[in-house]
């Protein structure tokens, strides 16, 4: 895999409506690298946007889609699968630490961490490898807050959330943050706590909103998130932190799903009552220890080490599935998924940036990761999807090269030596209880990445890269339904890793009050993967894919105090269906956002009042499938801020029209009728933020 993203560049350059966006080191491109400077798009959503999009809704999902046009609109629940960047899956770190669980995705990636707790969020979109395994649609680097200069600050921040249509201790949510740190000489602290309660969501017709009772929901549901970080000056050079966060949501488990009707166009609903089983959950756990050394030799040193463990429940189901008439009469058996996963690794690099007289940049490291999983049944103890272990070693090396003032090349090169080993195991009755042979499979992948960015005149650059991103399919939705004895798990084709290489063309021009950003891009797999349904769960397609598609987005100062700007997506997939070697199908919901055309207008009234109003346009959508049409829709919402003596009061509204719709999930995914959810209606937040 390739440090490529390392080069870590610019379409959206700084999401910022309220000043002009200093330069931004992306610490996710391993490299160091400005924003503006890289051959590839990169966004930088600050703390202050990120704020802003809270008040609106407390879904990271939901924060992601609003402000990224290439981001799959949010499903709206606990489970997000089918939410893509460029229509292929991203890597999420939180402090470059992966959230992702590319061998055994469960969609609960995005719900890892209360971004309550981010100070800002830097993507790098389209495939890379630079942090390892997974990123073959982008990288999301979450990046948590740092203590305040002081000896001792606090924050607290409190806010309450309705439906309009309707009030009442059900449909009530609650949120509370309190942080406290402080930063001396030579010691940096912060600890962070935050509690959310989230009650009934309702339609845009005063509905209540079908609740997902088998993949989970954020709605009905209780989290809480816990930050620590403990910084060390060693020298004014030397610097070493430790950070540990908890995050964990469970549903409150308070209501059950009516089917829809998708021929009507009647949405699923929720009825009080109280699902069977043990209610679904998040638990994860994210820690590191990390060191740098910003004079070492004249090189600069980075190091951490790392743990994520991550336990993620779904609900309980009849399915046929679960079925076992060893255990109960066919039809009467429910039971649980449970996914467990527990990543160690380390990240290592070393860089040095005055060689030839200034003029070239070198960075080589290496990076280790142990994965180890498995997916078991909660209620019966059952195997699903046997155990594995993923052990590997990259080492890569990026170099930047000026030849001229006016222009930079960009390459890498990233070794990839990994290993998966898979425990034998026998498979569920639904699957004819086929004893499957383990064993262990090798992967020896050689990445690259090259780019130039050119800078004709001062206020305009032109950008251009390739880059290789290395994935490893869904291994559970592989194994877990094998039904033909004899099969050895040395043997399956399908295990065998995607490699993507993504393309990109594009051109930043910062000119007066204009900020202008335009790319096209490419994105190819010869085997790669498609989501697709299969009675009521989701199994996967090993086939040649294609994704392309446009981005553009202009901002425009209007004064000091008002700012506007639009972003555009256009993105089209095509696979091969039939094996042939061409493109001759349309890739559906599941696999691709539709186009998607996000506007904002941002003011500061005067040194108290500030405003802000977003508009999002998903546009109408064909697909192969009729049935799988999406009539588009557009929703708008709009916050306001105001300062106080003491603190800062804010009111949003999301949703401000009251839209009644069926979310792009539901209505392209053709998914059975319980999931025809539709989104959620005009919803009033008040909030109170202090520091003191």
Same mark, same amino acid.
């Given at each position: 895999?390739?440090?490529?993203?390392?080069?870590?560049?610019?379409?959206?350059?700084?999401?910022?409506?309220?000043?002009?966006?200093?330069?931004?080191?992306?610490?996710?491109?391993?490299?160091?690298?400005?924003?503006?400077?890289?051959?590839?798009?990169?966004?930088?959503?600050?703390?202050?946007?990120?704020?802003? #999009?809270?008040?609106? %809704?407390?879904?990271?999902?939901?924060?992601?889609?609003?402000?990224?046009?290439?981001?799959?609109?949010?499903?709206?629940?606990?489970? +997000?699968?089918?939410?893509?960047?460029?229509?292929?899956?991203?890597?999420?770190?939180?402090?470059?630490?992966?959230? @992702?669980?590319?061998?055994?995705?469960?969609? $609960?990636?995005?719900?890892?961490?209360?971004?309550?707790?981010?100070?800002?969020?830097?993507?790098?979109?389209?495939?890379?490898?630079?942090?390892?395994?997974?990123?073959?649609?982008?990288?999301?680097?979450?990046?948590? $807050?740092?203590?305040?200069?002081?000896?001792?600050?606090?924050?607290?921040?409190? #806010?309450?959330?309705?439906?309009?249509?309707?009030?009442?201790?059900?449909?009530?949510?609650?949120?509370?943050?309190?942080?406290?740190?402080?930063?001396?000489?030579?010691?940096?602290?912060?600890?962070?706590?935050?509690?959310?309660?989230?009650?009934?969501?309702?339609?845009? =017709?005063? $509905?209540?909103?079908?609740?997902? !009772?088998?993949?989970?929901?954020?709605?009905?549901?209780?989290?809480?998130?816990?930050?620590? /970080?403990?910084?060390?000056?060693?020298?004014?050079? #030397?610097?070493?932190?430790?950070?540990?966060?908890?995050?964990?949501?469970? %549903?409150?488990?308070?209501?059950?799903?009516?089917?829809?009707?998708?021929?009507?166009?009647?949405?699923?609903?929720?009825?009080?009552?109280?699902?069977?089983?043990?209610?679904?959950?998040?638990?994860?756990?994210?820690? @590191?220890?990390?060191?740098?050394?910003?004079?070492?030799? +004249?090189?600069?040193?980075?190091?951490?080490? *790392?743990?994520?463990?991550?336990?993620?429940?779904?609900?309980?189901?009849?399915?046929?599935?679960?079925?076992?008439?060893?255990?109960?009469?066919?039809?009467?058996?429910?039971?649980?998924?449970?996914?467990?996963?527990?990543?160690?690794?380390? =990240?290592?690099?070393?860089?040095?940036?005055?060689?030839?007289?200034?003029?070239?940049?070198?960075? +080589?490291?290496?990076?280790?990761? *142990?994965?180890?999983?498995?997916?078991?049944?909660?209620?019966?103890?059952?195997?699903?999807?046997?155990?594995?272990?993923?052990?590997?070693?990259?080492?890569?090396?990026?170099?930047?090269?000026?030849?001229?003032?006016?222009?930079?090349?960009?390459?890498?090169?990233? /070794?990839?030596?990994?290993?998966?080993?898979?425990?034998?195991?026998?498979?569920?009755?639904?699957?004819?209880?086929?004893?499957?042979?383990?064993?262990?499979?090798? *992967?020896?992948?050689?990445?690259?990445?090259?780019?130039?960015?050119?800078?004709?005149?001062?206020?305009?650059?032109?950008?251009? %890269?390739?880059?290789?991103?290395?994935?490893?399919?869904?291994? +559970?939705?592989?194994?877990?339904?094998?039904?033909?004895?004899?099969?050895?798990?040395?043997?399956?084709?399908?295990?065998?890793?995607?490699?993507?290489?993504?393309?990109?063309?594009?051109?930043?021009?910062?000119?007066?009050?204009?900020?202008?950003?335009?790319?096209?891009?490419?994105?190819?797999?010869?085997?790669?993967?498609?989501?697709?349904?299969?009675?009521?769960?989701?199994?996967?397609?090993?086939? =040649?894919?294609?994704?392309?598609?446009?981005?553009?987005?202009?901002?425009?100062?209007?004064?000091?105090?008002?700012?506007?700007?639009?972003?555009?997506?256009?993105?089209?997939?095509?696979?091969?269906?039939?094996?042939?070697?061409?493109?001759?199908?349309?890739?559906?919901?599941?696999?691709?956002?539709?186009?998607?055309?996000?506007?904002?207008?941002?003011?500061?009234?005067?040194? /108290?009042?500030?405003?802000?109003?977003?508009?999002?346009?998903? *546009?109408?959508? !064909?697909?192969?499938?009729?049935? =799988?049409?999406?009539?588009?829709?557009?929703?708008?919402?709009?916050?306001?801020?105001?300062?106080?003596?003491?603190?800062?009061?804010?009111?949003?509204?999301? !949703?401000?029209?009251?839209?009644?719709?069926?979310?792009?999930?539901?209505?392209?995914?053709?998914?059975?009728?319980? $999931?025809?959810?539709?989104?959620?209606?005009?919803?009033?937040?008040?909030?109170?933020?202090?520091?003191?």
């Amino acid at each position: 895999m390739l440090a490529l993203a390392a080069l870590a560049p610019s379409m959206a350059h700084a999401q910022s409506d309220e000043a002009p966006m200093q330069a931004v080191v992306v610490s996710a491109s391993r490299s160091n690298i400005e924003a503006d400077k890289a051959p590839q798009t990169v966004v930088i959503i600050r703390k202050e946007e990120i704020e802003r #999009q809270m008040a609106i %809704s407390t879904n990271s999902s939901d924060l992601l889609s609003s402000v990224l046009p290439s981001y799959t609109p949010s499903r709206g629940k606990m489970n +997000g699968s089918g939410e893509t960047l460029r229509g292929r899956a991203p890597l999420i770190l939180v402090d470059g630490v992966p959230q @992702s669980n590319p061998m055994r995705p469960t969609g $609960r990636e995005a719900h890892t961490i209360d971004y309550a707790m981010v100070d800002r969020i830097e993507v790098i979109q389209g495939a890379n490898a630079v942090n390892g395994l997974g990123a073959t649609g982008g990288t999301i680097n979450i990046i948590t $807050r740092r203590p305040e200069k002081g000896s001792f600050k606090q924050h607290v921040d409190v #806010q309450a959330t309705t439906p309009t249509s309707s009030l009442g201790s059900d449909v009530m949510s609650y949120k509370t943050t309190y942080r406290v740190s402080g930063r001396g000489d030579k010691l940096e602290y912060l600890f962070s706590a935050g509690v959310e309660d989230q009650g009934l969501y309702l339609d845009g =017709k005063g $509905r209540a909103i079908g609740t997902d !009772n088998t993949q989970g929901d954020l709605m009905d549901s209780r989290s809480y998130d816990m930050l620590a /970080k403990l910084g060390y000056w060693i020298d004014d050079k #030397q610097r070493v932190q430790l950070s540990v966060n908890r995050y964990r949501i469970k %549903s409150e488990a308070s209501y059950l799903v009516v089917a829809g009707d998708r021929k009507t166009g009647l949405p699923s609903v929720s009825v009080e009552g109280k699902p069977p089983g043990t209610a679904p959950w998040n638990d994860v756990w994210t820690s @590191s220890l990390a060191y740098s050394h910003a004079d070492l030799a +004249g090189m600069e040193l980075s190091a951490m080490v *790392f743990n994520q463990e991550f336990e993620g429940l779904f609900g309980a189901d009849n399915s046929a599935t679960f079925q076992d008439v060893l255990i109960a009469p066919v039809g009467t058996l429910y039971d649980q998924s449970r996914s467990l996963a527990s990543k160690y690794g380390s =990240k290592v690099s070393l860089g040095k940036s005055d060689l030839l007289g200034g003029r070239m940049k070198l960075t +080589g490291g290496f990076d280790t990761l *142990f994965d180890k999983g498995k997916q078991d049944l909660y209620g019966t103890g059952r195997t699903y999807v046997p155990e594995s272990d993923y052990r590997n070693l990259s080492l890569f090396v990026q170099g930047e090269y000026k030849p001229l003032d006016q222009l930079t090349l960009h390459a890498g090169v990233r /070794k990839e030596n990994a290993d998966l080993r898979i425990d034998s195991y026998r498979t569920l009755a639904q699957y004819k209880r086929v004893a499957v042979e383990g064993g262990k499979l090798k *992967f020896n992948e050689t990445l690259f990445n090259a780019g130039l960015v050119y800078k004709p005149v001062q206020e305009v650059s032109v950008f251009t %890269s390739y880059s290789e991103g290395f994935g490893m399919p869904d291994i +559970g939705r592989v194994l877990r339904s094998i039904n033909t004895p004899g099969q050895n798990v040395a043997d399956m084709q399908d295990l065998q890793p995607i490699l993507t290489r993504s393309v990109e063309l594009g051109t930043r021009i910062r000119k007066g009050d204009w900020d202008i950003d335009a790319s096209i891009f490419r994105s190819d797999s010869d085997f790669g993967t498609r989501v697709i349904p299969v009675n009521g769960a989701f199994m996967m397609a090993r086939e =040649k894919t294609r994704i392309e598609g446009v981005e553009a987005s202009a901002g425009y100062r209007i004064s000091a105090a008002h700012r506007a700007k639009l972003a555009y997506a256009y993105t089209r997939g095509r696979y091969d269906s039939d094996e042939n070697g061409s493109l001759d199908a349309r890739l559906d919901g599941l696999n691709v956002a539709p186009n998607r055309l996000i506007a904002t207008w941002s003011a500061h009234w005067n040194g /108290k009042l500030k405003s802000f109003v977003q508009a999002q346009h998903a *546009f109408h959508q !064909n697909f192969d499938d009729p049935a =799988k049409e999406f009539s588009g829709y557009t929703l708008v919402d709009a916050t306001l801020n105001y300062q106080l003596p003491k603190g800062e009061v804010r009111l949003a509204l999301a !949703n401000l029209l009251d839209r009644d719709y069926i979310t792009y999930y539901s209505q392209s995914a053709l998914v059975e009728p319980k $999931r025809y959810f539709a989104g959620r209606g005009r919803v009033l937040t008040l909030g109170y933020a202090l520091n003191f």
